[in-house]
């Protein structure tokens, strides 16, 4: 079975207390419903399109653990420390 990811890029930052407050809760969040963060910050490079903007990208057993993830409680009181800190954007996909 593939595994199932989110990509987070974050539009703007506006309060990165927020952010951080975020961080460390979503974190723990993550890590209990089996995922993995495989990478984040700011991109090293950025072609055609892109822009430098915050990148996170996290690893799940599955689409749907990584969609479970995303939609359980725990996981959207995190997301309530971005409000009016935060836009971004998150698309989850399943790996090849």
């Known amino acids: 079975m593939a595994s199932g990811y989110w990509v987070m890029t974050f539009r703007s930052v506006s309060d990165?207390?927020?952010v951080d407050r975020y961080a460390a809760v979503a974190g723990p969040?993550?890590?209990a419903h089996g995922g993995?963060?495989?990478a984040a910050g700011l991109p090293?490079?950025?072609y055609e399109a892109g822009t430098m903007q915050?990148?996170?990208i996290v690893e799940f057993s599955n689409l749907e653990a990584a969609d479970a993830a995303y939609r359980s409680p725990e996981y959207?009181?995190?997301v309530q420390y971005l409000v009016g800190?935060?836009?971004r954007d998150v698309r989850i996909v399943e790996g090849t």
């Open 16 to 18: 990165q207390t927020g």
């Open 29 to 31: 969040v993550i890590r």
């Open 36 to 38: 993995r963060v495989l």
């Open 44 to 46: 090293s490079f950025s």
């Open 54 to 56: 915050r990148v996170a």
């Open 76 to 78: 959207q009181a995190a």
């Open 85 to 87: 800190a935060a836009e």
